[in-house]
């Protein structure tokens, strides 16, 4: 399986979503590069530091990151990167049922899907592997 | 029952019926008088006038036209027609279009004229208090938008990480006890998120109850109801209370107001300082009392510390919480009378300073 190659960038501004998300990943053996960030400001310098090395990035972002929302942070890092956003795999991911949100989520063309949390098996499966397998 | 203080404008022709006007009513109301339009809208502009009287025969326009011309601009006023006899229709046709509230006819019974001022003053004091009250209603519905908004979030992600977690643990054996320990978490940050609700309705619904303050017992109770806090008993605390004499105030709204406050201070030590300070200074008279609280956490970054008092403002931080805290503690300041500061910055920490004054 050609899975591995892929790297997931999760953000998140709780640190117990992330140390969970992280583990259903791992578990998934979908990959095993999975970086994690609780703030907006580092991910978007660790993606300008690496984004040379690193190839189809799947980012799971979360609505509520404390200095900016997750759709700003999706549209920020597709402003900086335009060539390897396009590469890249956006999904938002939140706890939030607000349907505002969830409409956003479809408008904005670079976001790949709005992911309900908890991220489990089955979402991460039926969202993601056909996302991949393109 | 002592009389409200009633200001009166009233637009008349003849200089006679002012003088007149005013001889029989300077005692009991605040009376403007003048005969030009142009210095009626100048007196409107200047004085918070409740209640307009004007004569319908003017020479430059009627006294309907003079109602059509201010009612959009000066809408609050309540507005009375002075007319004669031979005016009836027009008085008849201003009053069916809502332009005046009363119409007096000349020559004026004294008495008549009193009670329609009263009346017309009720109007004008049940608009006011029901404007008030729309703008209270606004605020209100305006909260509870955002709170909802907020709930949906914030009452649903502990949930969300507990179920998480779960699943997890279901997928893995062995590794229970550190999930236990992930949930524990989750509970405390949901448990935090409601409490701060409760302590904001207690804050906005319940009335004041005022009682005599022993700072040393607050202060005593708050400490030891925050020491299950991560890196509490890292932490020391100077506490100087200067009271000598007997403080009066709302003692639940300043359990809340300082609780927040010394609870945040704990959540945003500085891991990085080989020593966590907070120094509570709290010094009271039997009129006021100052109180300040000072930490050597990590600060609040530029542009934060404009915002931390907004409802549902969450700091730029990993670790911040649901944005209610200070909130409510802006909210309380203000409703027992006082005031809050913050200065702050990432090299020495934050110090709030609140001024109370001793209520009755």
């Given amino acids: ?134 | 029952m002592p009389k409200p203080h009633i200001n009166l404008l009233y637009i008349d022709d003849e200089e006679a019926n002012l003088n007149g006007f005013k001889a029989e009513y300077r005692k009991e109301y605040n009376i403007y008088t003048t005969t030009s339009v142009s210095e009626a809208e100048e007196i409107l502009a200047k004085h918070e006038i409740h209640i307009v009287l004007a004569d319908q025969r003017m020479p430059v326009m009627t006294g309907v036209q003079f109602f059509e011309k201010i009612r959009h601009q000066y809408s609050e006023p309540v507005r009375i027609l002075i007319t004669g006899y031979s005016d009836i229709n027009a008085a008849i046709d201003s009053i069916n279009k809502g332009e005046v509230f009363r119409f007096i006819d000349k020559p004026w019974d004294n008495d008549y004229v009193r009670t329609a001022i009263e009346n017309a003053y009720d109007i004008y004091k049940t608009r006011k208090e029901l404007r008030e009250r729309n703008t209270e209603l606004q605020k209100a519905y305006d909260e509870l938008d955002k709170f909802v908004y907020s709930a949906s979030h914030d009452l649903r992600a502990p949930l969300m990480s507990i179920l998480g977690i779960v699943q997890l643990s279901e997928l893995e054996t062995g590794n229970s006890n550190q999930y236990l320990k992930l949930i524990e978490q989750s509970v405390h940050k949901l448990d935090k998120f409601i409490l701060s609700i409760i302590d904001y309705y207690k804050n906005s619904r319940s009335d004041f109850h005022i009682g005599a303050i022993d700072f040393n017992k607050l202060i005593g109770d708050i400490t030891e109801s925050l020491n299950f806090m991560p890196g509490f008993s890292k932490i020391d605390f100077n506490i100087h209370i200067n009271q000598v004499s007997n403080f009066k105030s709302d003692p639940i709204k300043l359990r809340i107001i300082l609780s927040n406050i010394i609870s945040n201070a704990v959540k945003y030590h500085d891991k990085d300082k080989v020593k966590s300070t907070i120094d509570v200074n709290i010094s009271c008279t039997s009129k006021e009392c100052s109180i300040i609280i000072s930490d050597n956490g990590i600060g609040l970054k530029d542009g934060e510390k404009d915002n931390i008092f907004k409802m549902f403002f969450r700091g730029n931080n990993p670790n911040s919480g649901s944005g209610i805290g200070l909130y409510i503690v802006k909210e309380a300041v203000t409703k027992l009378k006082g005031s809050i500061d913050v200065e702050s910055n990432q090299t020495i920490g934050t110090t709030f300073k609140i001024l109370i004054p001793a209520l009755d």
């Fill in chain 1, 1 to 134: 399986m050609g899975t591995q190659k892929y790297t997931f960038v999760l953000v998140d501004d709780s640190d117990i979503d992330l140390l969970i998300n992280k583990r259903f990943i791992e578990l998934s053996e979908l990959s095993k590069d999975v970086y994690t960030f609780t703030e907006s400001q580092p991910t978007l310098e660790f993606i300008k530091t690496n984004k040379e090395k690193l190839t189809d990035v799947i980012f799971l972002i979360d609505l509520q990151i404390p200095d900016m929302n997750g759709f700003e942070l999706a549209e920020k890092l597709t402003l900086q990167n335009p060539a390897f956003v396009e590469k890249s795999k956006i999904f938002i991911l939140s706890s939030s049922i607000d349907l505002e949100d969830k409409l956003n989520a479809a408008n904005i063309k670079n976001i790949e899907a709005m992911l309900s949390k908890p991220l489990n098996m089955n979402t991460l499966l039926s969202k993601l592997e056909p996302v991949l397998a393109k």
